[in-house]
């Protein structure tokens, strides 16, 4: 089983955290669990739905059986992300132990501001690009252990990026049998 973690701050844009983790847990062979950055379990999205939290992010003793980390978008929650040093730390963590990081929307601003996008391609929501990497109009890019999205509306592109990363071709094939009507797209 591949193991990741999710960032959720109050803020987070709802879309991106629970579109990518049905896509990615869809497989049966990724498990993400999501983790509230505060002290309590329950986070407040964008749009005011509130969530309850697998854990917290300050009980976590280490990362070492996660494979990877998932940061959603949605301005405030990428605020405030930004201002607690336990969620930076972990991505740091992530990054300096050569694990995947995942970001989407707002997301990949914070990887920008640490220097992790110098170099690569990648793609933000308009207006959140930062770092010396190469900006791209497009849904997802794909750039060594990083994996970005665009924007809440290229969700699904988002996600199916990071199963094909995970699991290869035919690892994603097997998210679409249990999609009503759904074919395989590619």
């Keep these: 089983m591949i193991k990741g973690l999710m960032l959720l ?10 579109g990518t983790h049905d896509i990615l847990t869809r497989t049966h062979e990724i498990d993400v669990t999501y983790l509230s950055i505060s002290d309590h379990l329950n986070v407040i999205s964008s749009m005011g739905l509130e969530m309850i939290s697998q854990g917290l992010l300050g009980d976590m003793p280490d990362f070492g059986s996660y494979d990877f980390l998932v940061i959603p978008g949605g301005k405030l929650g990428v605020e405030n992300i930004k201002k607690s040093s336990l969620a930076m730390e972990a991505i740091k963590k992530f990054h300096n132990e050569g694990k995947k990081i995942f970001a989407i929307c707002a997301g990949p601003s914070i990887l920008g501001e640490l220097g992790y996008l110098d170099g690569k391609k990648y793609t933000c929501f308009p207006g959140f690009q930062c770092g010396k990497g190469t900006y791209l109009e497009t849904g997802a890019v794909v ?17 199916e990026a990071i199963v094909r990363n995970l699991l290869g071709e035919e690892g994603l094939k097997t998210i679409y049998p249990g999609t009503r009507g759904a074919k395989y797209p590619r």
Excluded: P, R
């Excluded at 701050?9 to 629970?18: L, P």
């Design 9 to 18: 701050a109050d803020g987070f844009e709802e879309t991106e955290a629970i």
């Design 143 to 159: 750039d060594g252990n990083i994996i970005t999205g665009h924007s809440m509306y290229y969700t699904i592109e988002f996600a």
